[in-house]
T-cell receptor, first 112, second 117 residues
Framework: EADIYQTPRYLVIGTGKKITLECSQT?????MYWYQQDPGMELHLIHY???????EKGDLSSESTVSRIRTEHFPLTLESARPSHTSQYLC???????????FGQGTRLTVV | AQKVTQAQTEISVVEKEDVTLDCVYE???????LFWYKQPPSGELVFLIR??????QNEISGRYSWNFQKSTSSFNFTITASQVVDSAVYFC??????????????FGAGTQVVVTP
């Protein structure tokens, strides 16, 4: 069983609020990823990290930001939430290139 | 350009029928990895199988089987004798070793499988 956790699972928040989605893994993986997914639709990579102090933007432009101060922790922040940010956010980690990525349970964000 | 194509948006079957999900990928790399994930209605992504580009051996795991063919750049997935619990969205993914893709999993659009009793 994968040891990667996301909190909160569900979040309903008002427009303009600042939010941080948490993602932690206890597997010591260097590589971590954030994907955005609308229900039943494809996954879009929005951020990734290859290790501490390494962050890169993904293939889909996002107004969110990430940080990687510790190996196990990869939080995602939205400074000012908008209804267009409503989506599911999935965090993943991977130990090496020839292994699978492990996914957290996701955070379903609704901005009203 | 899309690297992973899952042309089937949705497949509906009656329980006990077999269902095959197609996955076609595109890469110039000689070393790459292919994956299948299942996403049930609860939303989490469940890893099913990993295959590297040097291993074309087909694999069977219970009711699941995979057919990897480099000649056609395909990595198809078959569920035999489908069950209602197989209802989910299934994603195929590719990981390359090129510099700009290092470590990133590129997903297809997914195929929704609906199994009715």
């Amino acid at each position: 069983e994968a040891d990667i956790y996301q909190t909160p699972r569900y979040l309903v928040i008002g427009t303009g609020k600042k939010i941080t989605l948490e993602c932690s893994q206890t597997m010591g993986h260097d590589k971590m990823y954030w994907y955005q997914q609308d229900p039943g639709m494809e996954l879009h990579l929005i951020h990734y990290s290859y290790g501490v102090n390494s962050t890169e933007k993904g293939d889909l432009s996002s107004e969110s930001t990430v940080s990687r101060i510790r190996t196990e922790h990869f939080p995602l922040t939205l400074e000012s939430a908008r209804p267009s940010h409503t989506s599911q956010y999935l965090c993943a980690s991977r130990g090496s290139l020839n292994t699978e990525a492990f996914f957290g349970q996701g955070t379903r964000l609704t901005v009203v | 350009a899309q690297k992973v194509t899952q042309a089937q948006t949705e497949i509906s079957v009656v329980e006990k029928e077999d269902v095959t999900l197609d996955c076609v990928y595109e890469t110039r790399d000689t070393t790459y990895y292919l994956f299948w994930y299942k996403q049930p209605p609860s939303g989490e992504l469940v890893f099913l199988i990993r295959r590297n580009s040097f291993d074309e051996q087909n694999e069977i795991s219970g009711r699941y089987s995979w057919n990897f063919q480099k000649s056609t750049s395909s990595f198809n997935f078959t569920i035999t004798a489908s069950q209602v619990v197989d209802s989910a969205v299934y994603f195929c993914a590719l990981s390359e070793r090129t510099t700009d893709s290092w470590g990133k999993l590129q997903f297809g659009a997914g195929t929704q499988v609906v199994v009715t009793p």
